[in-house]
Nanobody, 123 residues
Framework: QVQPVESGGGLVQAGGSLRLSCAAS????????MGWFRQAAEKEREFVAG????????YYGDSVKGRFTISRDNAKNTVYLQMNSLKPEDTAVYYC????????????????WGQGTQVTVSS
């Protein structure tokens, strides 16, 4: 069973940047599509970005297009989320997930989830 583990969250001022990383515990990520989701307090979990197994296709939620970039390094068994021009409304717990079958923008397509990392953007 592949267990994703997130890192890189923290506190940043509005307009700043953070890079989240997702590594695998107990397996390899290189054969799977991967995604990032986020959940703010009292809100539904929201799709942020997805990437196919090779990195040749990426997908983004409307609220982060042009600001966030998902990428992967299969040699390092790691997926990244580069977040630029951060806004207070980006504050949330960010989750990395391993996809099974289905479209990468759908929460239902993901089989394994990390524990999440907190991102807080101050105004």
């Amino acid at each position: 069973q592949v267990q994703p583990v997130e890192s890189g969250g923290g506190l940043v001022q509005a307009g700043g940047s953070l890079r989240l990383s997702c590594a695998a515990s107990g397996g390899t990520l290189r054969n799977y599509g991967m995604g990032w989701f986020r959940q703010a307090a009292e809100k539904e979990r929201e799709f942020v970005a997805g990437i196919n197994w090779s990195g040749s296709a990426t997908y983004y939620g409307d609220s982060v297009k042009g600001r966030f970039t998902i990428s992967r390094d299969n040699a390092k068994n790691t997926v990244y989320l580069q977040m630029n021009s951060l806004k207070p409304e980006d504050t949330a717990v960010y989750y990395c997930a391993v996809a099974g079958v289905g479209i990468l923008s759908s929460r239902a397509s993901y089989d394994y989830w990390g524990q999440g990392t907190q991102v807080t953007v101050s105004s």
